[in-house]
């Protein structure tokens, strides 16, 4: 159970580098079993995510025309165009380079709005 743990660890690690890559999180194993999930699940209309499921949800959303609410994930966006469906903390290293969402001293996602 430990070692699944630590596997666990190393791919989502490996899968945060390449967020700012090329390719994306869409060649991460958690976009593609989520495209998957979407594919079988027709009805869904909305994500939802918190850090690196934020870029999978926020990618995903974006490929699907779907609605999207992503919390403190990883995004480049640095001339800060606003868009109300992303939400950071001040603090948080993570989403730093995300100007474009929602900022708030908030210390969990329950109080964004």
């Known amino acids: 159970m430990v070692g699944h743990g630590v596997k666990r660890a190393a791919i989502d690690l490996a899968s945060d580098a390449m967020i700012p890559t090329p390719l994306g999180v869409r060649k991460t194993p958690r976009y593609v079993a989520a495209a ?8 869904i209309k909305r994500t939802v995510g918190h850090s690196l499921g934020g870029a999978i949800s926020y990618n995903l959303s974006k490929d699907n025309n779907l609605e999207y609410e992503t919390y403190a994930a990883p995004a480049l966006n640095l001339f800060g165009e606003p868009d109300r469906h992303r939400h950071r903390h001040y603090l948080d ?5 995300d100007r474009g969402a929602t900022s708030s001293f908030a210390m969990y996602p329950h109080g964004y709005p």
């Open 36 to 43: 998957q999930m979407l594919k079988q699940n027709r009805g």
């Open 93 to 97: 290293p993570v989403s730093v380079t």
